[in-house]
């Protein structure tokens, strides 16, 4: 019998754009969300059977510039709704929280989005990799964040120097555990610095991205828009 195929869910805006814009105000970089927090559409796309085959259909998907990866999915009873929004107001669409979406059972992609104002995006997965070696012998995806992608014209310095890393995992449901795990250990060695955010919750800050795996994230590794004093990175 073949190898069944990994599935993973994406959502797109229903009217685009759906990107982050930045503008240079007073020579600071100022961030824009254009459309992704509000109304999207969830889909589920079959990916491959392999790790590599996974990760590979995962960037040509993320090439499109129009999907974004779902941490979080429709629970079965809500797989018919036609879409995704903050508040759940028109028919036939629910809102983007734990009461409606989950994280899945079985294979799937694990996002980490790993934070910090230093480091390339190599030498972060570096990191990563020395406080999980149990990472060292998987196929991982790389892709700068879209905050990542931009500069001030002619500075050569990104907006903020984070990254995600893509890593197919036996059973999504652990997700939270291996967050868990991760944290501790980058603590441990002072790449995360536990904070409290404003709901009084404490947070890890500098390396890991706490907030991916809420079912409200959007992890966007979309191209960003650039107006007058910035440039790709």
Known sequence: MPAKKITQGY??????????QFTDINDILVKKSLGQFTDLIYTEKELGTTANEVLQAHAGILAE?????????????Y????SVVLKAEPAKSISRTKDFLEIPAGAGLLCLDLDGKHGTEIEKYNQ??????????????????SSARVCKVGSREPYKRSCHIYIVISDRSKTI???ELIVRRARKVNLSVAKVNKAGQ????????????TASSIISDIEPI???????F
């Not at 404490?202 to 795996?213: G, H, M, T």
């Open 128 to 145: 990563l990799l020395g406080i999980m070696p149990e990472f060292r012998d998987v196929a991982a995806l790389i892709m700068p964040s």
């Open 202 to 213: 404490v947070i890890a800050e500098d390396f890991i991205d706490d907030s991916l795996f």
């Open 11 to 20: 959502f797109t805006a229903s009217k685009p754009p759906f990107r982050k």
């Open 177 to 179: 555990q291996i967050k």
């Open 65 to 77: 510039n129009k999907f974004v990866y779902a941490v979080c999915v429709p629970k079965p009873e």
């Open 226 to 232: 650039v107006s007058a004093g910035c440039e790709l």
């Open 79 to 82: 797989v018919g709704i036609t």
